[in-house]
């Protein structure tokens, strides 16, 4: 659910025009964020694939990187086409990760596909 949260303002905060309706959609994009680390952390304790000190490592890797990379491929993507799809792509991007969040935890976690 916080991801389906993200994605949904972060494509209200890119097609507003009014200030205040973009303040507001980034304080929903926070909260949205601020629930991920959480779940992500209690799925990657309650999967069996990895030894747990090595699936929190990879994860926090993982984040981090994103945290570097992603501003720069951001501004990037912004330079050779334009701020509107940049930020649209990110919402797109989301909105994968938020399907992929449904299917996902079934198959790493209980070992079984989704039905």
């Known amino acids: 659910m916080p991801l389906l ?3 949904l303002t972060i494509f209200g905060a890119i097609n507003c025009f009014v200030n205040v309706q973009a303040v507001v959609a980034l304080l929903l994009l926070s909260a949205g964020c601020a629930n991920v680390v959480p779940v992500l952390y209690s799925a990657v304790g309650r999967q069996t ?3 747990e ?4 490592s990879a994860i926090t890797t993982l984040g981090y990187s994103g ?3 992603g501003p720069a491929a951001l501004g990037f993507v912004a330079q050779s086409t334009n701020l509107p799809f940049a930020l649209g792509s990110v919402g797109v991007l989301l909105a994968f990760v938020t399907v992929m969040g449904l299917v996902l935890p079934q198959v790493l976690i209980n070992g079984e596909p989704p039905k």
């Open 67 to 69: 945290i570097l990379a």
């Open 5 to 7: 949260v993200v994605t």
């Open 53 to 56: 000190h090595l699936a929190v």
């Open 49 to 51: 694939f990895m030894p």
